[in-house]
């Protein structure tokens, strides 16, 4: 049954690509072709609208203005200016990419539904501006754009252009597949529920939502490109709201999040689109598009009973086949030098954090030199969480200092402090749970790598993703989880899922770990195992700073301990001293035994 599933897999994209270019030599009626060249223009769009909204997690409501920005490139190049399509297929991407960079510079780092209320709105202003321009033709367009002509063959609006149609759309799903597999796509899926993760592995989460963003409105402007030459004209109706809302339809029908999903969607959508037309105005008696009507009551409705799409119906039926072990011999990532022993890492001096009224970390100092294990402990609620956050950028300070190495590094960004090479885990685990483990411990190596989003389209980038992910293999096998790397980060228990942050930190190659209760929900065994890997993490030259609440584990494994207790540093000593203070006892008293 497995064989037959992967050859299934490795045959249905060949197979698939086989009969959508050849289709047209196929004897099958004009009208086929006619609609097949829509789904495929279509697809191309619901292609960026997965990378954008399925994965990164942006709403946008006006990619069709985006295939106009296209569409027109075309029209008024080859036609008002007798340039060569192929310019224009260039100066349209050109003009999508400007027009994306600014407007997600303007919009992009809105929260909540504010992004999408943008996206409405400067999806009409563009659209208006195509159909108040002078130039354009205002509501009449541009018409009269010449067919295609590839290679001195005539492709026309038919057989021809669904070649070439569909050659684009799956040339551009592919650049997509690939990019999602890449270290670049590993960041841009942190981004729909992973930022203050993504931000501490040193992503800028800002950066590739904009790439996101970018890549959606290239690849609208590609299809409106092929849409010009299918048509043979342009006007302003195909690319408004309407069809915004049409685009966003088919890539949530057919399974945001899923490069198939976009072409299950846009084959869906146009299939009811056409029986809708015929079958609305019969029922209602009267024509009109009421078909946008019932797209809208359908995508309630979807959002509602199928959030993940129809595609995810078809993918759950096929078993997941583990990523082939391709990185046994791929050379070691480079690390950094470890500070000299003894050297001063970090000072803390009098950090203070006030939430509200609340003062969670009061005027709290303590330093670390390289080579120590530092415990920070105290009962629930005296801020050593907080603390951490302060540390690593995560929340801004009310006041006081941090420095690394002699440099302030208070009021950085925590990408920027993860650079510099502390690194962390997070008390409550924080993942991308519909990645593998392997693929979320990958995440930590994206600082000590650096391929770009056109090789990772173009699979340029395979040699350093075999590093990556033989690093990332290293560190889990090192904590004892490289049995489990290609179990989805979501299905692990909380102990393990907090050994995977271990590792994922580990592969940073940081000089400063800070680890928030690693060992909560590991039994004895595995606690046991993870101090002798934190002492062999010493051995190697890496400090660590760590909160726990098993004080045998804490008192076994630590050089020093610094207490807190309702935000103030209560004391500071060896483990030993700890233990002796009568203040620490009473501190711990009256929340735990
Ligand atoms: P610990 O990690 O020592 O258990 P925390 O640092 O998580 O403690 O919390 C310290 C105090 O700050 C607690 O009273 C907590 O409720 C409060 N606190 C933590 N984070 C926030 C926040 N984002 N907003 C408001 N209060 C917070
Ligand atoms: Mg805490």
Not at 35 to 50: E, F, R
Not at 63 to 77: E, N, R
Not at 459 to 469: G, M, Q, V
Request: aromatic content about 8%; glycine content about 10%; proline content about 4%.
């Amino acid at each position: 049954m497995n064989a037959f599933f992967n050859a299934a897999r490795r045959w249905a994209f060949p197979v698939f690509a086989l009969v959508m270019l050849g289709l047209p030599l196929l004897p099958v009626p004009d009208f086929w072709i006619t609609q097949s060249n829509m789904v495929g223009l279509y697809s191309i769009v619901a292609l960026g609208l997965v990378l954008l909204t399925g994965v990164a997690g942006l709403t946008s409501f006006g990619q069709a203005a985006f295939v106009g920005v296209g569409a027109y490139a075309a029209g008024y190049m080859v036609v008002t200016l007798n340039a060569s399509p192929w310019l224009a297929l260039v100066v349209g991407m050109a003009l999508a990419v400007v027009a994306a960079l600014l407007l997600g510079l303007l919009t992009l780092r809105m929260s909540g539904h504010y992004l999408p209320l943008a996206t409405i709105c400067w999806g009409l202003a563009l659209n208006y501006t195509m159909a108040n321009m002078e130039f354009l033709g205002k509501y009449d367009g541009i018409n009269g754009i010449p067919s295609l002509d590839l290679f001195g063959v005539d492709l026309g609006s038919g057989r021809g252009l669904h070649v070439l149609i569909w050659a684009v759309a799956l040339v551009c799903a592919v650049g997509v597949t690939n990019l999602l597999d890449s270290r670049v796509g590993r960041a841009i899926r942190s981004l729909k529920t992973g930022s203050t993760m993504a931000e501490a592995m040193g992503i800028s989460t800002f950066r590739y939502k904009l790439i996101a963003f970018i890549l959606a409105a290239v690849l609208a402007a590609i299809s409106g490109w092929l849409f010009a030459h299918f048509q043979r004209t342009v006007n302003p109706t195909p690319f408004g709201l309407n069809k915004g809302i049409e685009y966003l339809f088919m890539a949530v029908l057919g399974g945001v999040g899923h490069v198939w999903g976009a072409f299950l969607g846009a084959g869906v959508v146009k299939i009811i689109e056409d029986e809708l037309q015929v079958l609305l105005p019969a029922l209602l008696g009267s024509s009109g598009n009421f078909e946008v009507i019932v797209f809208g009551i359908v995508l309630i409705l979807v959002l509602k009973y199928a959030p993940d799409g129809l595609w995810t119906f078809i993918q759950k039926r096929l078993p997941t086949v583990p990523r082939p072990v391709d990185w046994t011999d791929a050379d070691h990532m480079a690390h950094e030098p470890k500070p000299p022993k003894g050297q001063r890492l970090l000072d803390v001096d009098k950090v203070r954090k006030e939430f509200g009224g609340l003062v969670a970390v009061n005027d709290v100092s303590f330093h670390i030199d390289a080579g120590e294990i530092i415990g920070l402990i105290g009962p629930n609620g005296a801020g050593k969480s907080t603390t951490f956050n302060l540390i690593t950028g995560v929340l801004p300070l009310t006041s006081g200092a941090v420095s690394w190495r002699g440099q302030s590094i208070a009021g950085l960004p925590s990408r920027e402090i993860a650079r510099r090479g502390i690194s962390r885990t997070f008390q409550h685990v924080k993942m991308i749970p519909e990645m593998t483990v392997l693929e979320n411990v990958a995440l930590g190596a994206y600082i000590r790598s650096g391929a770009n989003t056109v090789q990772a389209m173009l699979a340029l980038d395979k040699a350093e993703e075999r590093r990556i992910f033989a690093e990332a293999h290293r560190q889990l096998k090192r904590i004892g989880m490289d049995d489990r790397m290609h179990e989805l980060a979501g299905n692990l228990a909380l102990g393990p899922q907090r050994l995977m942050e271990i590792a994922r930190a580990l592969c940073t190659d940081p000089s400063l770990l800070l680890l928030d209760e690693p060992a909560a929900g590991l039994r004895h065994k595995e606690k046991k195992a993870l101090a002798a890997v934190l002492r062999q993490l010493r051995g190697e030259g890496v400090t660590l700073l760590l909160v726990e609440h098993d004080m045998d584990f804490v008192m076994g494994l630590t050089d020093r301990i610094v207490v807190m207790e309702f935000g103030t540093k209560l004391m500071e000593g060896t483990p030993a001293e700890v233990q002796a203070s009568p203040a620490v006892r009473a501190a711990y008293l009256g929340t735990e035994h």
